[in-house]
């Protein structure tokens, strides 16, 4: 007998050093933008909620231990988000049973009260920790800065962190306050490190860049699960290309302890899920991971069936207006990079806008970077199709402005080359302007032409912006203090698009230069 328990005490000093590890599989999608169904994109047919449940029953079911976490952006962007303000989205998540959901800016775009309501009905937590939402009458006590998850007897700890620039580009209100991201997100992980959490995920909608330098500065966090950028990490295969991302999936990163933290996101609109097995020791410290890519919701995914008659039951009041015709592509116009100056769909929408107000004086029409917000394909278009384009609603404003002024606001969006920035201004035909990245921030832009007539401080010139913009969204601050004759003339600029398809269908990217882009 004796023997017996020395071979049996024996044995247990044997077995690796694993054996008290964790393995947390975590699944994360963001800036889902009310994709519900199923869309057209890089040649192929992605997404939609019904097969994207499929495949996250089937990565659930080979994982021990596992949450669903959204990154954020979950409003905005079809007729869905129209119709239904989000909550059709949210039958969806918790039906499917999402754990954590950060707080994305276009949450805000119809005011707290909307978010308010969404976040009520959810049934699970939405997070933020740089924010104050405390003096707000809708949203007070509704978003906590953390949550913990319990997942096989182990705390998993979620910290949630928002753009610091929510005023600048959605519309928060005045009692939503943003607090300093970096503090505010040390002190949240230090408050779940004191009550014994030591698995702790940043649930992040800032972008990928701005993510990777947050970890160097934060000490005891492990992951960041960001959204914002729409950034793809890692690659895909379709059936008809294989995509690569603009990172590593998953981006290893030191954090301020010089521990590893693993950075990832997953694309946009329900393209992909996201999966990486996390490897922990008994302290909460990662020793590996494995199976860590994107998984692209395709065709070949077949429909979880629950998931679509719900999704057939929200789409029977919105179908006909969907369905309208408006038009026709005669090869793809392509959304572009937000805060380039090279946007096809930038153009088109530009010349929209301009086409429905030169009458009443405009000489140009511009349109910010961040509200092209897709493309389109060759083909027949739809009500459904250009209302991805262009979301959000605007309406179109009449603005006199200085020269100076103009230059200004030219020189805001321009600040921030190479990198991208939704505060970049498109313009439409007829006029132009070049920037010199290798200048100073500031005076980049020169040779500002407005339908073919040289640009002067002095000069007073009258132009078309969307209403977001003229407002000072994407802290355009110069043009919200334009002192200059300001009209909204009420056309929104979802309606001008519509107008300038039926009118010059088939419509074909331009190909003109209008921003002339140097030292770049």
Known sequence: MLRRSLIWIAALAALPAYADDFEL?????????????????????????????????????????????????????????????????????????????????????????????????????????????????????????????????????????????????????????????????????DDLTRLGVNKIIVLSHVGYQPEKALVRSLRGVDMVVGGHSHTLLGKIKLPESTIEGGGAYPTVVKNADGDTTLVVQAWDWGKVVGQIRVIFDDEGVIKSWRDAKPFAVTQEIPEDITIKSMVEAFKKPIESLKNQPTGEVSEAIARGAAGEGTSPMGKVITDAVLAQVKSQGALAAFVNGGGVRAGLEPGPTSYGDLIQVQPFGNTVVLLDVTGAELKAALEHGVRDLPAHSGGFLHISAGSGYDVDAQKPAGSRISNIVLSGQKVTPEGVYRVALPNFVANGGDAHAELKAARGRRVDTGIVDLDALIEYFKANSPVSPPTDTRIRLLGL
């Open 25 to 189: 599989t975590v699944l994360h999608t963001n800036d889902l933008h009310a994709h519900v169904e199923e869309f057209r994109s890089s040649g192929t047919t992605l997404g939609g909620y019904a097969r994207q449940a499929t495949l996250i029953k089937r990565l659930r079911a080979d994982a021990k231990h596992s949450i669903l976490i959204n990154a954020g952006d979950t409003f905005q962007g079809t007729l869905y988000f129209n119709a239904y303000e989000g909550l059709a989205d949210l039958a969806y998540m918790n039906a499917i049973g999402y754990d954590a959901m950060a707080a994305g800016n276009h949450e805000f775009d119809k005011g707290p009260a909307t978010f308010a309501a969404f976040i009520k009905n959810a049934n699970f937590p939405i997070v933020s920790s740089n924010a104050d939402y405390s003096t707000d009458p809708d949203l007070k006590g509704l978003i906590p800065k953390t949550a913990v998850l319990m997942k096989g007897g182990e705390k998993i700890g979620i910290v949630g962190a928002i753009t610091p620039i929510l005023p600048t580009i959605s519309s928060p209100g005045d009692n939503v306050k943003m607090l300093d991201i970096t503090k505010s997100l040390q002190d949240s992980i």
